[in-house]
């Protein structure tokens, strides 16, 4: 059994599939961060708080999206490494980019709540050209992995 587990190889010169794990780590702690302040937010009711992030519930939806993104980080690097596959240096860097830039609009919005709205054509591109990185890095990895499975 052990045999099928290798060690990466961490670096922090080289990209790596570390970088998703390394990548979860930081979020899951930004998360834990933001479930503090929201707590201090509404049960706490620290004004200072209250007056810098006026949205208390974009920044909860940070929190449980950076969550989110946490737990696909490490199952994308625990079934790659268990099937070995052998994502691009590129994928590693769009799901790392995708993972930290999706949730961080709500964090925005928890502090300015006109921020990221546009009825504009440029504005609703913008937004959504946000779930781009995260659509194309993780359905390349999904994709890899039902091809190593057939």
């Excluded at 769009?94 to 921020?115: E, H, L, R, T």
Aim: charged share 10%.
């Amino acid at each position: 059994m052990n045999e099928l587990i290798t060690s990466p190889t961490v670096t922090s010169t080289g990209i790596s599939l570390s970088w998703l794990l390394i990548t979860a780590a930081g979020i899951f702690l930004f998360s834990l961060l933001e479930a503090w302040i929201a707590t201090l937010i509404i049960y706490g009711k620290v004004s200072f708080l209250k007056k810098l992030f006026p949205v208390s519930r974009n920044l909860i939806r940070s929190h449980v999206d950076y969550l989110m993104f946490t737990m696909l980080l490490c199952v994308t690097y625990f079934v790659c490494l268990h099937l070995r596959i052998e994502l691009p240096n590129a994928i590693i860097v769009i799901i790392c980019f995708g993972s930290i830039y999706n949730p961080f609009g709500f964090f925005v919005q928890a502090m300015n709540p006109k921020a990221g709205k546009s009825d504009s054509l440029l504005g609703k591109i913008t937004t959504c050209s946000s779930f781009l990185p995260t659509t194309i890095g993780f359905g390349y990895a999904m994709i890899a992995v039902i091809i190593a499975l057939t």
